[in-house]
């Protein structure tokens, strides 16, 4: 397991940014891949990017795909997510989560591929 705690949610206006940083505890977490998810009120928890364990491989959601960008410093043990131009509709709580299991290291989109979780950070955008 690779403990998890996310920071940098908060209330924007659309058009703002914000930054979200997960830091990660354990060695594990220079070798595993990481991604961000977001779930908004009512509905199923969505994948939004995910990186891989050096940093040479990223995907994202077309939903953010031209707004978003995650990055990661091994050397902090810390995956980042900054958002721009953001919108209404990006409104959710943000979770920062671990690849586990087989081939950890490559990215992955779907939320069963992740096994260790954040506790989440709410991130609200205004019109």
């Known amino acids: 397991q690779v403990p998890l705690v996310e920071s940098g949610g908060g209330l924007a206006q659309a058009g703002g940014s914000l930054r979200l940083s997960c830091a990660a505890s354990?060695?594990?977490?220079?070798?595993?891949?990481m991604g961000w998810f977001r779930q908004a009120p009512g509905k199923e928890r969505n994948f939004v990017a995910a990186?891989?364990?050096?940093?040479?491989?990223?995907v994202y959601a077309d939903s953010v795909k031209t707004r978003f960008t995650i990055s990661r410093d091994n050397a902090k043990n810390t995956v980042y997510l900054q958002m721009n131009s953001l919108k209404p509709e990006d409104t959710a709580v943000y979770y920062c989560?671990?690849?586990?299991?087989?081939?950890?290291?490559?990215?992955?989109?779907?939320?069963?591929?992740?096994?260790?979780w954040g506790q989440g950070t709410q991130v609200t955008v205004s019109t």
């Open positions: 989560a671990a690849r586990t299991g087989d081939s950890y290291y490559n990215t992955a989109t779907k939320s069963e591929d992740f096994g260790a």
């Open positions: 354990g060695l594990t977490f220079k070798t595993a891949a």
């Open positions: 990186i891989n364990w050096n940093g040479g491989s990223t």
